[in-house]
């Protein structure tokens, strides 16, 4: 339901459901996720301030490394839409690091990351990078998820920026 309502960009909505489901959960690990959604949904709605505020408090707690991942991939895409793509590079980085030590570089979660990576990526005119990323993303999101997916699909548009850049045809393909 979350996912769908952010697909929709109804943000407002994503947080509602959210929250109730924060005021619910009685396991400390969907707490994290769930507040880690809610930052995601901060973003983008725009209000950098509050999923800012949030990510400082969730990076207070005791966290494992692939609860430090997502809160650090919330931080690049953070900077990512502030515009600081030094900070958002080496929080986008660390995430990938901590997936790693806990072997989860393979999930849905890493995929995200590295979508946010190749955005970063495409942002900055490093192209060949950007496409690296977003193609490892895409296979991680083909081997989880049916093909009509609407993440499978966001890793196509991300390519097709990428494309558009330096091969026309392709971004068109």
Same mark, same amino acid.
């Given at each position: 339901?979350?996912?769908?309502?952010?697909?929709?960009?109804?943000?407002?909505?994503?947080?509602?459901?959210?929250?109730?489901?924060?005021?619910?959960?009685?396991?400390?690990?969907?707490?994290?996720?769930?507040?880690?959604?809610?930052?995601?949904?901060?973003?983008?709605?725009?209000?950098?301030?509050?999923?800012?505020?949030?990510?400082?408090?969730?990076?207070?707690?005791?966290?494992?490394?692939?609860?430090?991942?997502?809160?650090?991939?919330?931080?690049?895409? /953070? %900077?990512?839409?502030? =515009?600081?793509?030094?900070?958002?590079? +080496?929080? @986008?980085?660390?995430? &990938? !690091?901590?997936? $790693? *030590?806990?072997?989860?570089?393979?999930?849905?979660?890493?995929?995200?990351?590295?979508?946010?990576?190749?955005? /970063? %990526?495409?942002?900055? =005119?490093?192209?060949?990078?950007?496409? +690296?990323? @977003?193609?490892?993303? &895409? !296979?991680?999101? $083909? *081997?989880?998820?049916?093909?009509?997916?609407?993440?499978?699909?966001?890793?196509?548009?991300?390519?097709?920026?990428? %494309?558009?850049?330096?091969?026309?045809?392709?971004?068109?393909?």
């Amino acid at each position: 339901v979350i996912d769908s309502l952010m697909f929709d960009a109804q943000y407002e909505k994503a947080i509602q459901v959210i929250d109730n489901q924060i005021r619910k959960a009685s396991v400390a690990d969907s707490k994290i996720i769930l507040e880690n959604k809610k930052a995601e949904a901060l973003i983008r709605s725009g209000n950098f301030k509050d999923a800012e505020s949030l990510l400082k408090d969730l990076s207070s707690r005791p966290l494992s490394a692939s609860q430090r991942a997502l809160v650090e991939t919330n931080y690049g895409s /953070l %900077y990512l839409n502030q =515009g600081r793509n030094d900070l958002s590079l +080496e929080s @986008l980085q660390s995430a &990938l !690091a901590n997936l $790693q *030590k806990d072997n989860k570089e393979n999930t849905l979660d890493a995929a995200q990351t590295l979508a946010y990576l190749g955005n /970063l %990526y495409r942002t900055t =005119g490093k192209y060949a990078q950007a496409e +690296e990323q @977003l193609m490892r993303s &895409l !296979a991680i999101r $083909q *081997k989880y998820l049916k093909g009509n997916n609407e993440w499978i699909a966001a890793s196509y548009n991300d390519l097709g920026l990428v %494309y558009s850049q330096i091969d026309n045809d392709k971004a068109l393909e």
